[in-house]
């Protein structure tokens, strides 16, 4: 399925394989528009917002909650670019285009404005959904292309709610699920190049120094939380390889990840190994599969951004083959708990989506 060699220098982008793509694509088609179960986060205004969640939010209704949904559709889409003649390809591009109607979309874009839900979805939702906006706006393609102009309402609604959030975040949120900042940063700043949003770079590099310029000596051995899916230390650094140019990240990581082997293969077991699973039926413990999956493309984006030849590199990507190794196989559908979402982040891993946004 997934092939990450350690090397001396960084591999080269892993291939997704057509089949390993339409098991996940079967993932994101099972889910889209499947309502039931639901977990919404659902502020009541009053007795009439006591509806379905098709009625409340008809684009983003199904795959258990609304952030997992706009990411099935990031998903699909990525596939779609990556394989446009696979044999799912049609029923993706149709089960898009049920979602993507202006209607729709005007009905996404009103919730959101409501009284009440100022911190709806912010900043994971939000900026899986600017991720979204931005692989439509990457693939030349007429669909696309009409997809992207009709999802621009909600988009721009979400690009301002961040916009009016960052400068007042006066902290960072440092935690291993949702609301952890610099993991949706990475994704906003992906959006920002691809918008050449200048204002949004500038609110991000504004950020990254205030709140992760300094850091030094992230405790790496205090993770992972038992129910995180994200690393709170190596998602800071796969955000500010973004912001800072190979030099000065090589410097700032020094400091900052100072347990990384600088010495040869064989180290991974020693500094970082895979979390470990005991319930894939339970929905918080299965969040550890995508610890490991999202660890793994963290560490590859690490790897990426240090100059050519920086002793560092092998063991990060060893680390990163080890991680991709003990959950990739586990995302299979069998338990909704984690066949909801699981899909999104292996296509990310396997597509080198935060190496090629």
Known sequence: MLSIAAAAQPSPTPTLKPAAAARFAALALKCLHQEYPNHISHT??????????????????GCLDWHSDVHGHWLLVRLLR?????????????????????ENISAETTYLRAEGRASFERPYGLA??????????????????????????????????????????HYPIRIGEHDQTAFSFGLIWD?????QDAQMLDLLRDAAERFYRRDRSCPLAYEPSGEDFLSPCLAEADFMRRVLPPPLFARWLSAFLPQIPR??????AEWLSPGVVTDRADPKLAHIDGLNLSRAWMLEGIAHALPAGDPRIAALL?????????????????????????????????SAAGLHP
């Open 263 to 268: 010495s040869g293969r064989g180290h991974a």
């Open 128 to 169: 899986w959904l600017l991720r979204l906006a931005a692989e439509l706006k990457g693939w030349d393609d007429a669909d696309a292309r009409r997809w992207s102009a009709i999802l621009a309402p909600l988009e721009s609604e979400a690009v301002a709610r961040l916009e009016s959030w960052l400068p007042k975040l």
């Open 318 to 350: 060893e680390a990163a083959a080890r991680h991709a190794q003990a959950s990739l196989p586990a995302v299979t559908g069998e338990h909704y708990e984690g066949g909801h979402w699981l899909g999104t982040y292996a296509v990310y891993l396997t």
């Open 82 to 102: 990556l394989l446009p003649n696979a044999q799912f390809a049609a029923q993706a591009r149709a089960e898009l285009a049920r979602s993507f109607t202006a």
């Open 191 to 195: 959006w920002a190049t691809v918008t």
């Open 44 to 61: 009541l205004n009053s007795a009439a917002d006591v509806r379905a969640p098709h009625e409340l939010t008809p684009a983003f209704y």
